[in-house]
């Protein structure tokens, strides 16, 4: 009976020891979880994660503005945003042509709107402004200034902007 007593108490002794082995280990392991190489870890792997779903995001966009730019008519200019103009490729060479042929003052005091919203002056100082532009026209470069014949064409160069925001 005195064996049964000690075999007893040693078996409780074990299953305490065990238990605070098992207790201590559960807490190193929640230390190493709090760890900063754990954290930067699971911080990486969460920007990946977050940096993945972006770019099926924006890919997502691309494809939808690509279907709407499709069906959308007019000509874009992108001025300081992308404008739809009423201006075609022979209106702005008419109007590069005449710029042009202006004399020097003249060209200082200029301005157009190439049918968009926003105009486009020269000032006292500077005929940079329009001379830039007539300029690109006369040498058949209307990428350099941002003009487009379709929403279609304007979308292919620019397919990360919704064909919606353009004014």
Do not use: C
């Amino acid at each position: 009976m005195d064996k049964l007593k000690k075999n007893k108490i040693w078996i409780t002794v074990v299953a305490f020891g065990v238990l605070i082995v098992i207790i201590l280990l559960m807490m190193l392991n929640q230390q190493k979880q709090s760890s900063p190489a754990a954290q930067e870890s699971i911080y990486s792997s969460s920007v990946k994660a977050s940096s993945s779903s972006e770019v099926d995001q924006d890919k997502a966009n691309e494809k939808a503005y690509a279907k709407k730019a499709a069906t959308m008519k007019g000509h874009v200019l992108g001025i300081s945003e992308p404008l739809y103009t009423k201006w075609t490729k022979d209106d702005f060479r008419k109007w590069a042509k005449e710029y042009s042929a202006l004399s020097d003052s003249e060209k200082h005091k200029a301005s157009s709107n190439f049918g968009t919203s926003e105009t486009i002056a020269n000032d006292d100082i500077d005929i940079r402004p329009l001379s830039n532009y007539a300029d690109a026209v006369n040498n058949n470069d209307f990428e350099s200034i941002s003009y487009f014949e379709t929403v279609k064409a304007f979308n292919k160069k620019h397919p990360a902007i919704n064909p919606d925001d353009i004014k």
